[in-house]
């Protein structure tokens, strides 16, 4: 084992490294990364005042601030966790324990819910988590004027304290987004024109070979697909129908190893137009379908 050796200066160079040996230490892979966005978050310093001045002291109890955060980091403990944020579609999203930390997938189901959005529908974001979802449909669908006086959107989730979290991005992001406690549909008010829902998907197996940050972090009930992962989606694709209107769409992300068991629940339940989409990294990532009977 490496000897742990503190930086001998203040400067933020010498600090950024030592941070960064004690994150690779502790098996983190974006460990210079990670040190360089808790250098902004602990101590302030934005990466670009460290391009500028690399050699800038640091005052002490800035140090041990930082130092403070990076402990933090390497129990491996979620970069989001310690600065209590994640970016999704363009937007800050409070985060903690009680939610699902936002993905870069999802924005691909968000970019599929952007197309299919129309002024006056009235949406519903079962499982809302953060609120990641709702919010950012409703944001960019106003932007790009396809809400209207008459939309009506709509988020839940089982959990209250998840609510609380997407209660307070919907505020902060001035999202016009109603929060429901529901156990997936038993609360909700439909019927809705369209329904986009990221649910837990993953093989209970497989949490336990995931990394810490998201195994031990994100919450179980967030990740536990149960035994095949797919125990939302056929809740979800039995029940869907009977909150949409005729041509109704619903919208789901799957994992990347979902698609051809999701599109059938779908095609079983009765919905047409069945179409997947993959991500960013070309994994399969949403199937949508409407409902039509
Ligand atoms: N809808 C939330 C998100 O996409 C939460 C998803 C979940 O908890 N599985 O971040």
Not at 19 to 38: M, P, T, V
Not at 76 to 101: C, D, K, S, W
Not at 143 to 162: H, L, M, N, P, T
Not at 168 to 194: H, K, W
Request: glycine content about 8%; overall charge negative; proline content about 3%.
């Amino acid at each position: 084992m490496k000897e742990k050796t503190l930086a001998q200066t203040g400067q933020l160079r010498d600090l950024v490294r030592e941070a960064a040996q004690r994150l690779s230490r502790a098996g983190i892979g974006e460990a210079h990364l990670d040190a360089r966005l808790l250098l902004e978050y602990a101590a302030g310093v934005t990466a670009q005042e460290y391009l500028m001045d690399p050699f800038r002291e640091l005052p002490e109890e800035k140090i041990r601030a930082y130092r403070e955060a990076v402990v933090k980091r390497a129990m491996r403990i979620p970069l989001q966790h310690i600065t209590g944020v994640q970016e999704f579609m363009g937007y800050p999203f409070r985060v903690n324990a009680h939610v699902l930390i936002p993905r870069q997938d999802t924005e691909t189901l968000v970019e599929c819910a952007l197309e299919k959005l129309e002024p006056g529908m009235r949406v519903l974001d079962l499982c809302t988590g953060s609120g990641c979802i709702a919010a950012s449909l409703y944001l960019i669908g106003r932007e790009k004027g396809k809400v209207s006086q008459k939309s009506r959107f709509d988020a839940s989730d089982i959990s209250e304290e998840a609510l609380a979290t997407a209660r307070e991005n919907c505020q902060a992001l001035g999202a016009d987004v109603r929060l429901i406690r529901s156990d997936l549909f038993d609360g909700t008010e439909g019927p809705y024109d369209m329904i986009v829902s990221n649910p837990p998907y993953i093989r209970r197996a497989v949490i336990e070979g995931l990394q810490e940050e998201v195994r031990l972090h994100d919450p179980y009930i967030a990740l536990d697909g149960h035994e095949d992962g797919l125990y939302f989606y056929r809740k979800i694709a039995a029940q869907a129908g009977r909150h949409l209107r005729r041509g109704g769409w619903l919208l789901l992300e799957t994992g990347h190893d979902q698609r051809e068991d999701v599109s059938r629940l779908l095609l079983e339940a009765g919905f047409a137009c069945v179409q997947a989409k993959k991500d960013l990294a070309g994994l399969d990532r949403v199937l949508m379908g409407m409902y039509n009977k």
